[in-house]
């Protein structure tokens, strides 16, 4: 197992952040090739940062990648992402990322 952390400080582009209209979401599975995105508010300087816990070793800059992409596509602002993978490729991490962060936003997405 491997503990990663990652801190993205508050953006100053506001044009794309919509205020959050759940307090949590959780989605997908800890199984072969998954995850689990657990998405929510939390007093973070208006940064996000994101937990990950996974069975793989030695990929922080893969994470790292896909974290930020995901960080400058939706802006997030005092949001707190738990991942708990079991393996998944960047594109799997992509996706349940998005759909959590989708859900979290409600309608407002």
Request: aromatic letters at 8%; hydrophobic letters at 40%.
């Amino acid at each position: 197992m491997e503990h990663l952390e990652f801190d993205f400080p508050a953006s100053t582009d506001s044009s794309r952040q919509t205020p959050a209209r759940r307090d949590s979401v959780l989605v997908g599975v800890v199984s072969s090739g998954n995850l689990e995105v657990l998405v929510e508010q939390a007093s973070l300087a208006g940064g996000c940062r994101v937990i990950v816990d996974t069975s793989i070793r030695g990929y922080g800059a893969i994470w790292q990648a896909v974290l930020a992409d995901f960080v400058k596509r939706y802006r997030p602002r005092d949001v707190l992402v738990s991942i708990n993978d079991a393996g998944a490729s960047p594109a799997v991490v992509s996706l349940r990322l998005d759909q959590a962060y989708e859900d979290f936003q409600g309608d407002a997405a």
